[in-house]
């Protein structure tokens, strides 16, 4: 019998864990891109609002956005553009480790909505989760998929940001309904012999939560709903936030991946203003050169799809090399940020 003192000793082939091996960098190798079909000008959203065409650009730089069809979800439009991004890197759905979806508009708490996707795409033994970031969510995730090919233990991720906006914001909020939009971006994953993304920075300041925030919580079980909550956003407050923290943090991103801008050939923030992009790109001192993404022009804010569809939409039309380094910043209700330097597939 063992006296209490004791210490059993532990086998020498129990001591120790085994571990994947790490690979020395991960690499986007495709893209892809879901947007609906209807294009919603802005004078289909100003009269609700007792606005007009020009009141919304000059406030936003938006001539228009994406409205979902109502077949097109949050899971149906993760699906179609991870398709598209799987297919453009040729690489089979079935050979999918994972699958992390950005998106702050799925309305259900449970069952999360990433398994779906994955199984939609064909991914159907992939582990999946949902990613909660918000407009920021993307980049987060991204930085999720490069740690988790980068360890080892995934081969291969596909990240989507998918938003349905158009069921969370009141379409008579003068501070938000002009500016949302949706539809799904998608980037896969994958391992390389160099870094192809760079260092993650990111953060948060919970104690400014209020500035993006529902207009009220979801009822308690058994409790009558006055009013369905619905995005509201201290317009304000969330510019001065964005226009200090996304050049401080691409600064930082830049810095960690060893480069300047000098070495970039594209910025992509989130799609969020076009105010706070152009502010952001003066405070960068962006050589001419660097293609700045100015996607929310045509497709609104899509929160964590913006950064995906942008990016898209630059290699779409051959705006910027494959093989450029981008700098991506993520930004929004948190209030949170992430930004990376990726090289473009």
């Known amino acids: ?66 409205f979902a069809a109502p077949d097109d979800t949050v899971v149906s439009m993760a699906v ?24 702050m508009s799925y309305r259900e708490q449970s069952p999360p909505a990433a398994p779906r996707v994955a199984h939609g795409m064909g991914a159907v033994a992939a582990g999946a989760m949902d990613v909660g970031a918000a407009c920021a969510g993307f980049c987060h995730a991204l930085a999720t998929a490069d740690s988790l090919v980068r360890s080892g233990n995934s081969r291969y991720v596909v990240v989507v940001g998918s938003e349905r906006m158009t069921d969370i914001v009141d379409p008579y909020d003068r501070g938000t309904a002009f500016l949302f939009g949706d539809g799904a971006g998608a980037m896969v994953v994958g391992p390389a012999d160099d870094p192809g993304i760079g260092p993650v920075v990111w953060g948060s300041e919970g104690d400014r939560h209020e500035a993006i925030a529902h207009s009220a919580p979801w009822p ?104 450029g380094r981008a700098l991506l910043v993520g930004f929004g209700a948190g209030l949170s940020h992430a930004a990376q330097v990726v090289v473009l597939p």
């Open 220 to 323: 308690a079980q058994g409790a009558a709903a006055e009013v369905t909550p619905t995005l509201r956003m201290d317009g304000p407050a969330v510019f001065r936030w964005a226009v200090a923290t996304v050049p401080r943090a691409a600064r930082a991103a830049l810095t960690a991946a060893g480069l300047t801008v000098a070495d970039l050939a594209a910025f992509v923030p989130h799609q969020a203003n076009l105010r706070i992009i152009d502010t952001a790109a003066d405070a960068l001192r962006l050589p001419p050169h660097v293609v700045v993404a100015r996607d929310v022009v045509h497709t609104a804010n899509t929160s964590a799809a913006s950064v995906p569809l942008a990016v898209e939409e630059l290699l779409a039309r051959g705006a910027v090399p494959r093989g």
């Open 80 to 103: 179609a553009a991870s398709v598209k991004a799987l297919a453009q890197a040729g690489i089979a759905p079935g050979t999918v480790d994972t699958v992390l979806l950005a998106s």
């Open 1 to 66: 019998m063992t006296g209490a003192s004791e210490v059993t000793e532990v086998p020498e082939a129990v001591r120790g864990l085994s571990a994947p091996a790490a690979v020395p960098g991960s690499r986007i190798l495709g893209v892809g891109a879901y947007r609906p079909a209807r294009v919603v000008p802005n004078s289909e959203v100003a009269e609700a609002i007792d606005s007009g065409d020009e009141w919304i650009r000059r406030r936003s730089g938006i001539a228009g956005r994406r």
